[in-house]
């Protein structure tokens, strides 16, 4: 009986050392407010929300490992362990009183992927995780903390003109998914994703690395009727980025008026202005008839051919890396090759040929591609410049041999 007495004596002790000691070093994770996977360099600092921030002292030989130093408000914090690696991250927790009782808090993770580079050159890719510390005021957040499901080829959307689409999932697969985020129909993220890995995608706002989407893939199930992705700590910031795009000027450079007969050659020149452009596309009616990937600021031309008689809107559409969309559009008469006048509105100039067309085009775009000072080209050879210098020397020789002929004639 004391046997028995004293094993249930030292279970209860056990038990409680154990409770006792899962209360100390356990803690609460709160929600992600950001993730990114981060090539930093030795000295850099990095910034994060809520007045955050780290430092990579030094770069391991082996491991990959970092040497980090973590800040709040300037001040540097107290660490238990500086030393982050990749099977071992580095954590740092904060504790505050709830009902009376300590709590822990994680609020960032950091954990090494990869070193890039050797030697005073190198830096390490570090994945950046930072939970929201619950003193944090999350009012600049559209969506917060949220948790979905989404049948796989469809999709879910977010706020502010955001869609995320999961697709191309192999059937009976337990691990992965591709989920894709768009905006008014442009590609802003594509990742393959592991059940527990971070989709996201960030920009950077006031000088630092900001996560505007993000969505952790808790799970994925497959069924011979449905194949679902279980998303979790979904949260969107109310960031709005500035417009990248600043100005859009669009003409006919070949034809006056934008009036054209059908068939013949229209060349487009648009000048763009802006930063961190994603695409540039040229439409007649909503349908793409050029698009230009990544473009510079400058100008740009691109040739229509086979357009067929009646009225058309020409627009330039431009579109931001993050998704935001401007353009401007003008109105295209083509009449018909079948027309035996010209119209009022059509000048002599506007009927130049193919071939003229096309060599100018070249002359265009090897000397004033891309400059937003470039000049009309020298028009001095085309045919309607030579017919009128024609008609001035027939008329002028007329006039000579009318005053010889009357001086003659007295």
Same mark, same amino acid.
Do not use: K
């Given at each position: 009986m004391k046997n028995v007495q004293?094993? !249930?004596?030292?279970?209860?002790?056990?038990? *409680?050392?154990?409770a006792t000691a899962s209360s100390a070093f356990g803690y609460e994770r709160n929600a992600l407010i950001h993730?990114?996977?981060?090539? !930093?360099?030795?000295?850099?600092?990095?910034? *994060?929300?809520?007045?955050?921030s780290f430092k990579v002292i030094d770069i391991g030989t082996s491991g990959p490992s970092a040497m980090v130093e973590i800040y709040h408000q300037n001040d540097r914090l107290k660490l238990d362990e500086h030393i982050a690696r990749k099977n071992s991250a580095l954590e740092y927790t904060v504790t505050h009183s709830r009902n009376d009782k300590d709590t822990g808090y994680l609020v960032l993770r950091l954990t090494p992927m990869e070193i890039i580079g050797t030697g005073e050159s190198s830096s390490i890719k570090i994945a950046v995780e930072q939970y929201r510390d619950p003193l944090m005021d999350t009012e600049d957040f559209l969506l917060f903390d949220r948790s979905r499901t989404v049948e796989i080829g469809s999709s879910t959307k977010l706020e502010n003109d955001y869609v995320l689409h999961a697709y191309d999932h192999v059937k009976n697969s337990k691990d992965h998914v591709s989920l894709r985020l768009e905006r008014n129909g442009h590609t802003l993220a594509d990742k393959d994703i592991s059940i527990g890995d971070v989709f996201y995608y960030n920009q950077k706002v006031d000088g630092k690395v900001t996560s505007l989407v993000i969505a952790r893939v808790s799970d994925v199930f497959s069924s011979r009727d449905s194949e679902l992705v279980f998303l979790e700590q979904i949260s969107q910031r109310d960031h709005t980025i500035d417009e990248n795009i600043v100005d859009i000027d669009i003409d006919i450079v070949n034809h006056e008026n934008e009036s054209v007969y059908e068939n013949e050659l229209i060349i487009v020149r648009y000048h763009i202005e802006g930063n961190n452009l994603q695409e540039a596309a040229v439409l007649i009616d909503d349908n793409v008839m050029d698009l230009r990937r990544n473009p510079d600021s400058g100008s740009y031309f691109a040739v229509l051919e086979n357009i067929e008689a009646g009225e058309y809107d020409i627009k330039v559409q431009v579109v931001s890396s993050h998704g935001s969309a401007k353009s401007e559009s003008i109105k295209l008469i083509v009449y018909s090759s079948d027309a035996s006048v010209y119209d009022n509105n059509i000048s002599?100039?506007?009927?130049?040929d193919r071939n003229y067309a096309t060599e100018k085009l070249r002359f265009w775009e090897s000397g004033n591609n891309n400059s937003s000072d470039s000049e009309e080209p020298d028009l001095s050879d085309s045919p309607s410049f030579v017919s009128v210098i024609s008609a001035v020397l027939i008329a002028f020789a007329s006039i000579v041999g009318f005053i010889i002929y009357m001086m003659q004639k007295q």
């Open positions: 004293f094993i !249930i004596i030292v279970s209860l002790t056990v038990f *409680l050392v154990l993730y990114s996977e981060s090539e !930093i360099g030795i000295g850099e600092d990095f910034l *994060l929300e809520q007045e955050y002599e100039s506007d009927s130049m």
